[in-house]
T-cell receptor, first 117, second 114 residues
Framework: GAVVSQHPSRVICKSGTSVKIECRSL??????MFWYRQFPKQSLMLMAT?????????EQGVEKDKFLINHASLTLSTLTVTSAHPEDSSFYIC?????????????FGEGSRLTVL | AQSVTQPDIHITVSEGASLELRCNYS??????LFWYVQSPGQGLQLLLK??????LVQGIKGFEAEFKRSQSSFNLRKPSVHWSDAAEYFC????????????FGGGTRLMVKP
């Protein structure tokens, strides 16, 4: 099946620094990837849609200058949290469609827990 | 726009008992429907999905779900719960026009008593 991998799984950083999270599709190509954010004991909220070769599409209320997304290749999307603050602490999950486009099915990475001190 | 409601935030069942997790959706046409499971600190694993056809779908780990159009529901069931089933369960809906974009319910945390 389709495998999506995220790195790092956990990261702790100081306030004001930037953190990069990678999302890779290991055995398939993904022209689109989705980034979700999950607060403790809450559901997943879509942040943005990452598009290979073009700009990401951000959901309403998500700061594009804060959360930089780069879809550099057909197997890699990165989320950079710039000038992180404690309120950015969260669980970030990426996902990608498998080989059946437009069916709604997504494959999820393991998630990356960001803690900003 | 589509939406998903999971009425039960927490559910506790005894090991070996049956389980039903509720999911109601709002969408103008027949949606794609999914159930995902999330263990603590982990990503999401797909349990089962409904696209079309038979309204009773079978998934992994002994789970099944039934799509009921008249009730706008897609409840998840398991006849006998195992302690390893303790996790967070998310129902999700996808619109056929929106490609692979999913909207998630709030989740139901399942706890299993020995």
């Amino acid at each position: 099946g389709a495998v999506v991998s995220q790195h790092p799984s956990r990261v702790i950083c100081k306030s004001g620094t930037s953190v990069k999270i990678e999302c890779r599709s290991l055995d398939f190509q993904a022209t689109t990837m989705f980034w979700y954010r999950q607060f403790p004991k809450q559901s997943l909220m879509l942040m943005a849609t990452s598009n290979e070769g073009s700009k990401a599409t951000y959901e309403q209320g998500v700061e594009k200058d804060k959360f930089l997304i780069n879809h550099a290749s057909l197997t890699l999307s990165t989320l950079t949290v710039t000038s992180a603050h404690p309120e950015d602490s969260s669980f970030y999950i990426c996902s990608a469609p498998g080989t059946a486009p437009n069916t709604g099915e997504l494959f999820f990475g393991e998630g990356s827990r960001l803690t900003v001190l | 726009a589509q939406s998903v409601t999971q009425p039960d935030i927490h559910i506790t069942v005894s090991e070996g008992a049956s389980l039903e997790l509720r999911c109601n959706y709002s969408y103008g046409a027949t949606p794609y429907l999914f159930w995902y499971v999330q263990s603590p600190g982990q990503g999401l694993q797909l349990l089962l999905k409904y696209f079309s056809g038979d309204t009773l779908v079978q998934g992994i780990k002994g789970f099944e779900a039934e799509f009921k159009r008249s009730q706008s529901s897609f409840n998840l069931r398991k006849p006998s719960v195992h302690w390893s089933d303790a996790a967070e369960y998310f129902c999700a809906v996808g619109a056929r026009w929106a490609g692979n974009m999913l909207t998630f319910g709030g989740g139901t945390r399942l706890m299993v008593k020995p």
